[in-house]
């Protein structure tokens, strides 16, 4: 561990993290815990970052091999050093790469299933991070919505499903788009900070060339009572 870095738990996984740059955010624990893919073997994930979403997915689905894809060359290394650490070098590779190039690097039709936590601001809108890691991480600057969706469309099996976290404000746009790419939204579920608040996430399941049917689950709350993780939330986080 380096004087930049943390050293921190959650669940059974450890990993590193940088101080300053990009860390993980609760995104990461709501996604992993949406994505139902026991039956799905072989899976990629689109902007890695640490590596803690498909950790935490191997470590629950011993059978699951998954390409985690993330761009930064420093959060590559920091993912490729985390998934060591939890012993999970036979089952996850890191690739340091450019989604939109990744149809030279696989062929169609590759996976069971992929997933991502994307970055969800255009560049011109919300508070700019001066650290580079946390900004092109939130916001479209390197990567946006359209290039991910095309790179899920093209690597996953028809029948194949795509799991995403992203915000509600751009939920018109996001289901268009997966239409638009034969990824047809399957299941929504809202996630809100309190019982009365609008929901602040939301979570996609989508199959690849499925017919045109939604089904939206009931909406998951963060905090009950003053600060409080809910029963549901403590259970995701592991204190339960």
């Known amino acids: 561990m380096s004087y930049y870095e943390t050293y921190d738990s959650i669940k059974d996984i450890r990993l590193f993290q940088s101080k300053t740059g990009y860390r993980f955010s609760v995104d990461a624990l709501l996604l992993e815990d949406f994505i139902s893919a026991k039956r799905l073997y072989n899976g990629i994930e689109f902007g890695a970052g640490s590596g803690i979403i498909s950790i935490l997915l191997a470590k629950r689905n ?19 050093g985390n998934i060591e650490l939890n012993e999970l070098g036979d089952r996850i590779e890191v690739i340091n790469e450019d989604i939109r190039n990744l149809k030279k690097v696989f062929p169609t039709n590759k996976f069971d299933f992929a997933f991502s936590n994307p970055p969800f601001r255009k560049p011109k809108t919300g508070l700019l991070s001066m650290d580079k890691e946390r900004a092109v991480a939130r916001h479209e600057i390197k990567i946006t919505l359209p290039d991910i969706i095309e790179a899920a469309s093209y690597l996953i099996k028809n029948t194949g499903r795509f799991y995403l976290i992203y915000h509600p404000f751009r939920l018109v746009e996001l289901i268009t788009l997966l239409h638009d ?26 199959v690849k060339g499925s017919g045109a049917w939604l089904k939206i689950d009931t909406s ?4 009950g009572k003053g600060s409080e993780y809910t029963a549901e939330m403590k259970r995701i986080y592991g204190l339960s």
């Open 62 to 80: 011993k059978n699951t091999k998954i390409v985690a894809v993330e761009l930064q060359k420093s959060l590559a290394e920091r993912a490729k």
């Open 181 to 206: 790419a034969s990824l047809e939204p399957k299941r929504i579920r809202f996630v809100h900070s309190r019982i009365g608040e609008e929901a602040k996430m939301v979570l996609i399941e989508a």
């Open 220 to 223: 998951l709350y963060i905090y």
